[in-house]
Each structure stands twice: as C-alpha cells, then as structure tokens.
C-alpha cells in the first residue's frame, strides 16, 4: 500500500485540531499528555543513567571473601 506523506506547518496541524469535536479533541489531549509525560520519564532517566556512569559515581565491585559481593559507591 502506498504510503503519503504530507508537509505540514504547526500552525496548520494546530488549525486542524481545533475543527476537531470536543470529544475527539479530548482524546487527542490525553495522547498527547501520556507522550508529554513519557518523553519527560525518558528524559529524567537518561540524566539518571548519564549521572551514574560518571566515574565518581560508578559502584565498585570488593573482594568477595564472604562469598558475595559487596557494592560501595567510589570517591
């Protein structure tokens, strides 16, 4: 099936989902406010990650003479 692509402005995607009915719209604003909020989790996750895999930040793995190990964040 082909598929098409169309080039549009914000302003016109705005202007379009403003013709959208009331319910519609509604639908449209709780998708785009789960996509907001995932996209925010994401974003705070990747600061997270970043954070953890700085050297200073990194856990280290002792000895295992008790027959586990043990983890303690470096200085």
């Given at each position: 099936m082909p598929q098409i692509t169309l080039e549009m402005t914000l302003e016109e995607i705005k202007e379009l989902v403003l013709q959208l009915p009331?319910?519609?719209l509604l639908a449209l604003l709780d998708a785009v406010e789960?996509?907001?909020e995932?996209?925010?989790m994401m974003s705070l996750a990747e600061t997270g990650f970043t954070e953890w895999n700085e050297e200073k930040e990194s856990t280290q793995?002792?000895?295992k003479e008790h027959g586990h190990?043990?983890?303690r964040r470096s200085k």
């Open positions: 009331p319910r519609e789960e996509r907001a995932t996209v925010s793995y002792l000895s190990s043990e983890l």
